[in-house]
């Protein structure tokens, strides 16, 4: 039992760090996620590290995987945290992708899979419904065959960025007889197809992420079913637990307790660095304790991977402790920075990212000017993927056995 | 990065598991803890045969090769079974002590016997008035020709009643807390002038208040160098806490696995009271620490041989986040019990209180967590 990299990870990290330096997008440098982002911006990283062949590292490498170790691909996140990269979008990577490649004919692989490994297309997913949230199986979207095709009709939300999405993978009541879990049905819809109708919601944040999806007769051909009809609650289940390893995030946390850490000695106290004060150092040290402990309970996940084991029910752990603690980062974040939280930089022409040179109007210090955007941009880490709430559900049931 | 043990330490764990199991039970437990020893001799020469007491030191001094890791292994096993006998005493921190301290001549009279059983020691480091400082010592010895003479007394010694020989820290130098001035000293417990005041602890062990009033020592007592004790006294502490911490994992896991059990078992308004969805949840909560526990030990665990920062940062960190989750597990196992958990005849009573002083061991939450801010 050791902690220590082996040389040939060594190796391999000073491989991908020079690699990021050298080819990641400089106007994106140490930028992070932000939704209010270009297109381009959010696909630029996606698409050098596909022509590298290094876009879908977790894929089999048939599809387009790198044949990583989990050590390798924990590496890499971290590598990634650390120039605070723009990192693929889940959509297609993490979640359709894994589902077509396990559950998918070959005709789909072909068509959908290299447009994923490439970043050339733009995944959405249509789960949950005004009605169906945490009780996805009462979802009420319908999918009725008309001879070749499908016709779908109903509601999707919180559709996250399908204002740029191409595709899109929805779940569909096939059989209104059958009961809950079964009769629902995992179906590819390009996007454009009359009768999709997407409409921005506007965030706590101001911005705009998430959307309804409206579906009126929308016509999709039954080639794009996924799997066998009425079984796509399994292919959902398989998905959600795909999404929730990864979902812990403990290497951009580490990244932001770093940053974290330097604007409290920036920001004063009674005369003082911040970090210098007992009552914020204290609550700085109990993040870092929650996330040492998170860090090695999730290699402690990836050995067993490694040994074979696949993502089980102990990813919900993850997923709970890592968005407590991306959540508790923020709420910090926005404390440390006082009372520059609180003006709106919406509503002033300071942008300083990218595709902006002015900043003439700015106010406050530049790491004071997301901080409360991000803060309730982040509420909503324990709400989806399965709520923490859900979460706690599936440990109950799937490991304490209740 | 390798979370793998060997296949000596699965069967060290194996071995002991059934030990713990077969003849550890629950009965047999509360009769050893209320007879006049309070302990079982006839077990301690049971871990001496089975290789148990020598596993931690190296085969040149007469031990079985190995490390922090199979300290951990062994203590998370004496944890689900609420073990009371003085592994950590005296293989830990004696042993601990002659390992990294220790003469040639040292580990050649003690280590021998510790190995074979029939050295018992008690780590007589806590006073009155010091609470977790190791440096606030009142306790003096004196130079006196090529020995020493010591004076003072030392609080809560753990299994001293127990014990043949005690390891003590003293001040030959400096004032009262300064970090300098520290030593170390292995004294036989018989010694002419040491008196003792025995008594049971709330979590079924026996410590001893220790008078030290005129002692004698040897120059060859005295354990590394005098007056530069603290130093060596803080690596042990670590390896203390980090074995201390496995032994919290076992009786947490014990502790949730029963609530679980109870709460199939136990019926109100008609149905188990494991289906209420408000216990379940806090039931999940009460694993999660658990997780989170057994990863901080290991991160303690792995990191004693790491440089001085990086050891006490992740050990303070074990120590905060274990003890917050050895709260949290005993106070709800207590609560989920109901009226049971409250009595002494339920087991689950004593893994809450044998958890709820592990955290005043070798400093508690706020002590540690000053200490990993103090090295941020």
Redesign the interface.
Known sequence: ?????TPE?QAFRDEVRSFIAENYPSHLADFGMREDMEREDFLAWHKILGKKGWSVPAWPVEYGGTGWTP?QRYIWSEENARASTVMPLPFGVSMVGPVIYTFGNAEQKAKHLPGIVSGEVWWCQGYSEPGAGSDLASLKTTAVRDGDHYVINGQKTWTTLAQHADWGFFLCRTDPTAKAQEGISFILVDMKSPGVEVKPIKLLDGGYEVNETWLTDVRVPVENLVGVENKGWTYAKFLLAHERSGIAGVARSKRGVEKL?EIAANENLDGAPL?KD?DF??K???L???L??????E??TL?GEQAGKGPGP?SS?LK??GTEIQQRLTELTLEAVGTYGAPYYGSIANDTGPGSGSNEYAVGPAHAQHAAATYFNMRKTSIYGGSN?IQ??I??KM???? | ?????TEEQDMVRDGLSRLVREQYDWETRRKAIASNAGWRPEVWAQLAELGILGMPFSEADGGFGGGA?DAMVIMEEFGKGLVVEPFVPTVVCAGGFLKHGGTAAQKEEHIGGIVAGSAVFAFAYAEPRGRYDYADLETTAKKDGAGYVLNGHKAVVIGAPWASHLIVTARTGGDRRDRAGVSVFVVAKDSAGIVTRDYETVDGRRASEVYFENVSVPAEALIGEEGAGLALIELVTDEAIAALCAEACGAMKVAHAMT?EY??QRKQFGVPI??F?VL??R???M??AY??????T??AT??LASDETERKR?VS?AK??VGQAARLIGQEAVQIHGGNGVTDEYAIGHYFKRLTIFDSEFGNVDHH?KR??AL?
Do not use: C, P, W
């Open positions: 039992m050791n902690l220590e990299f990870e050590t850490r970090i007992f150092a204290k700085v040290s109990q870092e304790i929650d040492a402990a998170l860090e090695i309970t290699l402690r050995a102990e752990i709970i402790k709430e706690r559900n440990i109950t490991i304490l056995g209740l | 990065m390798d979370f793998n043990f890791v679980v709460s199939r494991g289906s969805q379940q949840h039931m999940v909560d694993y999660t997780e989170t526990s057994v990863s901080l290991y991160l792995l990191r992740s960190a905060v986040g967590m990993h801010i941020a």
